[in-house]
C-alpha cells in the first residue's frame, strides 16, 4: 500500500509546489529572501522522493536526485520562469557548492594512504588505462562530432569519461557480500587511485583554463607536501588536545573545519577546492580519533553523514535543474550522447587489460569500473562554471549547456546499466569457477 501512495505523494507534492513558485512569493519581508527558503525546501523535498523512488527500483538514490532537477527544469508548461530563480540564486548555490565539497571529504575519509599503496599493481595499471583511454577517446569524440568547441570543452569531455564512481561499484560488492574477493579488491582499489588520478587531473585542466598551466603542477605538488607535514606537526596533536574537550560536537567541528581549511588552501595554489576536501579526508585517519574512541564518541563517518545527507542533494538538483531538454531535441545531440555513452564504457572495459593476475574475471573488473556516478556529475558541473575567453574575446564556459546535457545522458546510462551487468559477470564468474572445479575434480 505504501509503494502504491509514493508515487501520488510525489505527484501531489510537485503541483504544489509548482503553484507555490507560479504564484510567486512575497521578498518584502526582512531578512532572508522567503524564496531563497522556498527553494530549499523543494529541493530537499522533491531529492528525498525521487531518491526513494530510485532506490525502491534498485538503483543509486543520486540518480534519483539528479532526475529531481530534470524534472523540476523541465516544467516548461507552468511558465517560463518557474524554478529559474533556484539555478542562479548564489545563496543556494553557495550550498549545493558546499554539499559537494563535504561529499568529496567523505570520499576521502573511507580512503587512506595506506591502502592505496596496498592494493598491488594490477589496481595500479587498472586505473592508469581506465584514465587514458577514456580519456584520449572522449576527446577524439569530442573533437569529431563537435568541432566547433574550443579544445578545453574537448579535453573536459574527455577528463569526465575518465572519473569512477566507487560508492556506486562498492554498494554492488557489498550487497553481493563479494567485497573479500580479489576482483573486488581490484575493482575498489583502482577506483580510489582513478579519482585522485581524476582529481590532479581537473586539477591541471582548471589551471590552464585559468592561464596558471606552468604552475600548476608545481602547486599540486607543493599542495600535498604541505598538506602532510602541517598534517603531522599541527592537526594530529591538535585532536589529541580537542579529544579533552568536554563539549559535544568538538570531533566534527574541528574535522570540518580542516576539511574547508585545506579546500581554502587549494583554491589559494590555484587548484580546486574539492582537491583540497578529499585530502583532508584522505589525511584524517584512526590516529587522529584516538581520545575522541575512548570516551565512546560516535566515528566521524557517521557524524559527518547527516551533514552530507542536507547537503549534497542540493548539489545534484542543481545539476540537474541545468539539464535543458530543449536542448536534448538538436539535430545530432541525442547522437552524440549515444556516441559518448558508447565510448565510456567500451573505455573502461580496455582498463581490464590491466590486471597481471591469471584466472580472474576481467570482464567483471572492467563493468565494476564503469559507472560515472557522482564523480563524473562533479567534474561535469565544475567544467559548466568554468568560463575562459574565446576567439573573439568573449568569455564562455567551457562546457555550455546542450554539451552539459549530454553528459548528463552518459552519467546516467552508465550508472544505470552497472549494477545488473556487474552482477551477471560476477555470477558468471562464479559459475564458469564451479564448473572448472568440478570437471578437474
Do not use: Y
Not at 567485497?179 to 587531473?201: H, K, N, P, Q
Not at 557517521?302 to 542543481?318: D, N, Q, R
Amino acid at each position: 500500500m505504501r509503494r502504491k501512495l509514493l508515487p501520488v505523494a510525489a505527484a501531489l507534492t510537485f503541483v504544489l509546489v509548482a503553484r507555490c513558485f507560479a504564484a510567486g512569493t512575497d521578498s518584502s519581508a526582512h531578512g532572508i529572501d522567503p524564496a531563497i527558503l522556498m527553494g530549499i525546501a523543494v529541493i530537499w523535498i522533491v531529492a528525498k522522493l525521487f531518491g526513494e523512488l530510485f532506490e525502491r527500483l534498485k538503483q543509486p538514490a543520486v540518480l534519483g536526485e539528479l532526475f529531481a532537477g530534470i524534472v523540476l527544469g523541465s516544467v516548461f508548461l507552468l511558465g517560463p520562469t518557474l524554478f529559474e530563480s533556484l539555478k542562479s540564486d548564489p545563496v543556494i548555490f553557495a550550498l549545493g557548492q558546499l554539499g559537494v565539497i563535504i561529499l568529496l571529504f567523505e570520499v576521502g575519509l573511507e580512503s587512506s594512504v595506506s591502502e592505496m599503496l596496498e592494493v598491488g599493481w594490477s589496481s595500479l595499471f587498472v586505473a592508469i588505462l581506465g584514465v587514458i583511454f577514456p580519456l584520449v577517446l572522449g576527446w577524439g569524440v569530442s573533437a569529431w562530432l563537435i568541432p566547433t568547441e574550443p579544445t578545453v570543452a574537448h579535453l573536459f569531455i574527455g577528463a569526465t569519461l575518465s572519473a569512477t564512481s566507487v560508492g556506486i561499484t562498492a554498494r554492488v560488492l557489498k550487497d553481493m557480500g563479494m567485497l573479500s574477493a580479489l576482483e573486488s579488491r581490484i575493482i575498489l582499489g583502482a577506483a580510489v587511485i582513478d579519482d585522485v588520478l581524476g582529481l590532479i587531473m581537473l586539477a591541471i585542466l582548471s589551471g590552464v583554463i585559468g592561464a596558471q598551466s606552468a604552475g600548476v603542477n608545481l602547486a599540486w605538488t607543493g599542495f600535498v607536501v604541505a598538506a602532510f607535514i602541517v598534517n603531522r606537526i599541527v592537526v594530529i596533536p591538535l585532536f589529541r588536545g580537542a579529544g579533552r574537550f568536554e563539549s559535544r560536537g568538538v570531533l566534527l567541528t574541528i574535522s570540518l573545519a580542516f576539511c574547508f581549511l585545506l579546500a581554502w588552501a587549494a583554491t589559494m595554489a590555484g587548484l580546486a577546492a574539492i582537491v583540497g576536501a578529499f585530502s583532508a579526508g584522505l589525511l584524517l585517519d584512526k590516529a587522529h580519533f584516538k581520545s575522541f574512541a575512548a570516551r565512546g564518541e560516535r566515528t566521524l563517518h557517521e557524524l559527518v553523514a547527516p551533514v552530507s545527507f542536507v547537503l549534497t542533494p542540493i548539489f545534484f538538483v542543481l545539476m540537474g535543474l541545468h539539464v535543458d531538454l530543449r536542448e536534448l531535441v538538436r539535430p545530432g545531440l541525442f547522437g552524440f550522447a549515444l556516441v559518448l555513452t558508447l565510448v565510456a564504457i567500451v573505455g573502461k572495459q580496455v582498463c581490464s587489460l590491466g590486471v597481471v593476475e591469471r584466472g580472474l574475471n576481467r570482464l567483471a573488473v572492467g563493468l565494476g569500473m564503469v559507472p560515472r556516478g557522482e564523480v563524473g556529475l562533479i567534474f561535469a558541473g565544475i567544467g559548466s562554471s568554468l568560463v575562459f575567453r574565446n576567439a573573439a574575446g568573449a568569455m564562455e564556459p567551457v562546457i555550455d549547456s546542450s554539451t552539459f546535457g549530454a553528459i548528463v545522458i552518459m552519467v546516467i546510462v552508465t550508472t544505470l546499466i552497472t549494477p545488473p551487468a556487474l552482477k551477471w559477470a560476477l555470477t558468471r564468474g562464479d559459475s564458469q569457477k564451479k564448473k572448472v572445479a568440478v570437471e578437474t575434480a
